[in-house]
């Protein structure tokens, strides 16, 4: 069986220049990066009647994934092969999953964007605009300091930490400046991966240059001796920052096998960020196709809340259809089968499991919407498995299909096509709470509509925090829960649809230029590690520039 990277690399590639003609991008808007990657100048979009927007979720994942990313472009190559002007809107992986465990988000087989390759390790350089712009404030912070402290920072309160785009736990805790007085003043900080940066959840939800430049400005770097903020504003951190920042800010236009345009920006992680590609992209998007697909990670209780409740909600976005992503496989693992006997028929387990699936069915309709679920389909996936699940729909009126994009890419989601299709509304979709109700009104409704959660729990940290935030009017902003991708809980390990669990709020940090309170809950890392067997130690380049071992 061929591997992921064997069969882009065997698949001929349209010019970058016709995908954008097949787009309706005119060729001023368009910045080639070679000849199949492009940067797109959105002012060209401005003033097209929008198209209709399309959700892909997903349920609570096996640690491989269950192929959300590849069932979503399958499905748009499938709406194209029906003949609507559709494209899908995706985020850009982080070369933490690609060196380490999950894989990249180009999809899968023969539902991928591509060049898969560039888009999987560097594409067109936003990580590394976003690394720099991110850790240029961590810089001007620390020079501030160390050259008089004119607005009394507080070194020990501090909150921004430099970033770097690799799993890397012995970077979760540092102390920077040591050597003497020339090397600075002493602290103790830590990384986190740029994926959960809050420059790359700035570039999410910009939405023009000067709305960057702004959000920049009012980034909370730490406290004053006299516990007052600091933002990077008063730093006159803003203007670098999104110099460094204004050709990232441009969506990347590239292509699926199918030869569907494919808008890919932006890479928030879901589980310690806002999942979502930017708004920017899913806007252009919009401007240029009929429908489009666009994606938000993980599980309902993760990507899709914070869709509805944060990206749709500063983005003015309306939702006319949702398609929830599950396979077999995730509901034998949410009724406890171990990873290494997924494989094997257990219709029993899949009873079990299938609990995990009804509730995102559930989560999804709180924000307005009746969503269709896709059975992403492996070859392990038994006859008798595959009737019970369907049984299951049709006993609840749940709108499903299967679909075999890995194995025949837009051929294999034609049914699953029109159905979405005949499920499209006119987008009533809605945010879950009202901000202004204050942050633990906000987490509290989180907790038990999305999570089932019968209480919240607040860290002595986390309670001192709080009052932070509303000594300094943070309390009204939108609620960014970092939580595990495994449970509805905050425990990894409690699988399924478990309820009248605790959430454990640890840490409550403002992300004031992005517009959300960051909630830190259970163990979640900021800055994850390696596997023991990472996937970096497979991948190889040949003497003429072929990369191998990438999926």
Known sequence: MSTDVEIAQAHS??????????????GEALIPYGRHMAKVDTSHAEGAQPGKLVLVTGVSPTPAGEGKSTVLIGLTDAMARLGHNAMVALREPSLGPVMGIKGGAAGGGYSQVVPMENINLHFTGDFHAITSANNTLAALIDNHIHQGNELGIDPRRVTWQRCLDVNDRSLRSVVTGLGGPANGVPAQTGFTITAASEIMAILGLATDLEDLKRRLAAITIGLTYDKRPVT??????QGAMAALLKEAIKPNLAQTLGGTPAFIHGGPFANIAHGCNTLIATRTAMNYADIVLTEAGFGSDLGAEKFF????RYGGLDVAGAVVVATIRSMKYNAGVPKDRLTEENVDAVREGIVNLERHVENVAK???TPVVAINLFTSDTDAERAFVRDWAAERGVALEECEVWAKGGEGALDLARTVLDNLGEGTSHPLYDPADGVENSIATIAREIYRAESVQYSVNAKKDLQ????NGFDTLPVCVSKTQYSFSDEPTLLGAPEGHTLHVRKLIPRTGAGFVLALTGDVMTMPGLPKKPAANNIDVDETGVVSGLF
């Open 367 to 369: 924000f307005g919407m």
């Open 468 to 471: 932070t935030l509303k000594d």
């Open 309 to 312: 409740d944060i990206k749709a």
């Open 232 to 237: 990077a504003g008063d730093l006159d951190a």
């Open 13 to 26: 590639l349209e010019p970058i220049t016709d995908i954008a003609a097949k787009a309706g991008v005119p």
